[in-house]
């Protein structure tokens, strides 16, 4: 039997990037969302609002939007009902439509999003976000692009076209849809606190840091103590490794990253992760070295997918330990979650907790990702917004449940 690790396909045939297909339009009304309160400033100006009353109306939207989640300016009743009549005609408090949501047997809820844009492609713009809930948490996994600039081999994402990076705003937007969906903007008691959503991990669909100053700027918003308020060390984002924008992220962004690893050498990593081959391992964990802030207290979690004889063997988790010497760390190993038309199989069990123990005993923190919503393919590497791949029937069946809860 051929070796799934010789079928994988060659660089030459593998692109590293992928160009987008299309760039964002504004909708005739664009929405406030995902705005900086100096843009929000700005607008505001334009609609004739007196500097001396800036401030105090950005904050008062600032408000509504971010700790109330108003939905319309009709909500906001501390504002003047001149002003609600002048923003109710330029601009919305538009977030993303839910066109069809699947609740997995564990909990896992998925979201198939539509984007507010004013674009004219044929098809829509449409991303997924995941709400994964668990006893200690509950973590909103978030896309920052509308397919995938990167080729991974074992991710489904990475087989979907990139059309193009989202705002800060339609980011903002997943975060708000997902609260808006659980209920989650009145004070609650749960045992996670008030909240339902208690963690953003940037993991959805996309490579967040081609995506930069949006990402940046859609966190800023998330991150904010005035608004919807998460802390930076309850968000993370993850990146397959563009090397330039690591080091930039600590210091513009300053939330925990993670790094999708999934390879121990240069060779195996070329054909996994294709984007080693313009940063190969070498230039990866000198960043990793130089992230601003990483310390024991604030560890890099690196991301490892477990490959049936690909990846998973002792020799490759020595290599591992090896790799990763004077980097605070955590591994996550990821038991592989299949999608259709796949090449790779998951590790069987048994040498999933070798490779654990191995690691684990060599100092690291070595937890075995419980797989989620799998049975929805939301689980880690199975998102993919590409939606002819539900028959319309299938896709009604799914708006009308989407629209009824």
């Known amino acids: 039997m051929t070796p799934i ?41 334009s609609l004739g609002v007196a500097e001396g009353q800036r401030k105090m109306r950005v904050q008062q939207l600032w408000h509504w939007l971010y700790v109330r989640g108003a939905q319309n300016f009709a909500e906001m009743t501390s504002v003047s009902k001149a002003l609600r009549t002048e923003l109710e005609r330029h601009v919305t408090v538009a977030r993303p439509e839910v066109v069809a949501e699947q609740v997995s047997e564990d909990g896992t809820r998925k979201w198939l999003l539509r984007l507010p844009s004013g674009h004219t492609a044929e098809r829509p713009h449409e991303v997924e976000c995941v709400y994964i809930p668990e006893t200690d948490r509950g973590t909103l ?45 009145v004070d609650r008691e749960t045992p996670n606190g008030n909240r339902l959503i208690t963690n953003v991990v940037m993991m959805g669909m996309g490579e967040p840091l081609y995506n930069f100053e949006a990402v940046r700027d859609g966190l800023a918003i998330i991150c904010d103590n005035e608004g919807i308020g998460l802390s930076r060390r309850r968000v993370t984002l993850s990146t397959s490794g563009v090397v330039p924008n690591i080091v930039r992220a600590g210091n ?53 997918v477990m490959l049936k004889g690909v990846n998973d063997s002792l020799e490759d988790a020595k290599k591992l330990v090896k790799l990763l010497q004077g980097i605070p760390a955590k591994i996550n190993l990821i038991p592989f979650n299949p999608w259709p038309g796949t090449a790779y199989e998951c590790s069987d069990w048994d040498q999933i907790e070798k490779f654990s123990e191995y690691v684990f005993n ?17 689980a880690c590497g199975q998102l993919k917004s590409e939606t002819e791949r ?10 009308a449940m989407a629209m009824t809860d």
């Open 5 to 45: 690790s010789a079928t994988i396909s060659p660089k030459s045939e593998t692109p590293v990037e992928k160009t987008p297909l299309e760039s964002y339009v504004p909708p005739a009304k664009p929405s406030l969302i995902g705005l900086s309160r100096t843009e929000l400033a700005e607008k505001l100006a």
């Open 141 to 185: 996994c978030v896309s920052s692009q509308i397919g995938c600039t990167l080729n991974c081999s074992f991710c489904h994402t990475g087989t979907q076209r990139l059309v193009r990076n989202l705002t800060a705003g339609e980011i903002v937007g997943q975060v708000m849809i997902a609260r808006d969906r659980l209920n989650d903007w």
């Open 252 to 304: 513009e962004i300053g939330v925990m990253l993670a790094v999708s690893l999934h390879a121990v050498n240069d060779e195996l990593r070329n054909k996994l992760v294709p984007l080693n081959r313009k940063y190969p391992l070498s230039e990866l964990m000198q960043a990793c070295r130089e992230y601003p802030g990483v310390s024991n207290a604030r560890r890099i979690t690196f991301e490892y």
């Open 362 to 378: 060599a100092g690291y923190s070595s937890p075995v990702r419980t797989p989620r919503g799998r049975d929805i393919l939301a």
């Open 390 to 399: 539900l028959s319309a029937r299938e896709r009604e069946a799914l708006r």
